[in-house]
């Protein structure tokens, strides 16, 4: 069992920028690729940015060149560095892990790009 919990979003002009945290906690030393998802009112969940074991990293082509995620090995953390906000990019993001075959998320962080 793997526990997860964000902290990060809020509300930002577009241009501005946040960082999401997602601390995980439990049977840690199973999991295999941890990484963002975010909903948008009215759209199917999409993965946004993934980071496997090893460090090799993947991105939603939306964000690429924007958004960053990273993995604090030591602290079991997963972050997502979000720079250039769009208005676009406003919805409910998700820490997801993959454990032993098993899919883990978190409840969920809102980030709103308005001005």
């Known amino acids: 069992q793997v526990q997860l919990v964000e902290s990060g979003g809020g509300l930002v002009q577009p241009g501005g920028s946040l960082r999401l945290s997602c601390a995980a906690s439990?049977?840690?030393?199973?999991?295999?690729?941890m990484g963002w998802y975010r909903q948008a009112p009215g759209k199917e969940r999409e993965a946004v940015a993934v980071i496997i074991i090893g460090g090799r990293t993947n991105y939603v082509d939306s964000v690429k060149g924007r958004f960053t995620i990273s993995r604090d090995n030591a602290k079991n953390t997963v972050l997502l560095q979000m720079n250039s906000l769009k208005p676009e990019d406003t919805a409910v993001y998700y820490c997801?892990?993959?454990?032993?075959?098993?899919?883990?998320w978190g409840k969920g962080t809102l980030v709103t790009v308005s001005s």
């Open positions: 997801n892990v993959l454990a032993l075959g098993v899919s883990y």
């Open positions: 439990g049977s840690t030393f199973t999991i295999n690729a």
